[in-house]
């Protein structure tokens, strides 16, 4: 099954300080390498879970800072979330950066 860019194929996981993360169903087939989609004003990135390192887009350095930080803090709840949505599953919501 394919799964397209748009709308409900992406979920948002976790929403903190104004920044909406969210992961991309069936996306395993484009990007081999674990990542989350981050928004916030405008501006729109891909943050690799395993490092926090920024793959595509640009992003606010302190907003990048707290996903980074919260990437850390839920970096195994990621991962489980990347694999649910690999396979096609809803992923699980994710406790916001307090």
């Given at each position: ?8 194929d992406?979920?948002?996981i976790?929403m ?10 069936g996306?395993?087939?484009?990007h ?25 887009g ?9 996903v ?6 839920h970096?195994?709840?990621?991962m489980?979330d990347?694999?649910?949505t ?13």
């Amino acid at each position: 099954m394919s799964f397209s860019h748009q709308g409900s194929d992406m979920p948002t996981i976790s929403m903190f300080y104004g920044i909406l993360i969210s992961i991309f169903y069936g996306d395993n087939e484009h990007h081999h390498l674990a990542h989350i989609h981050v928004r916030y004003q405008g501006k729109k990135a891909s943050v690799a879970i395993e490092d926090g390192r920024v793959l595509a887009g640009d992003f606010p350095p302190r907003q990048l800072k707290m996903v980074q930080v919260w990437i850390d803090l839920h970096r195994d709840e990621l991962m489980a979330d990347w694999e649910l949505t690999a396979a096609g599953e809803e992923p699980f919501r994710i406790a916001p950066l307090q």
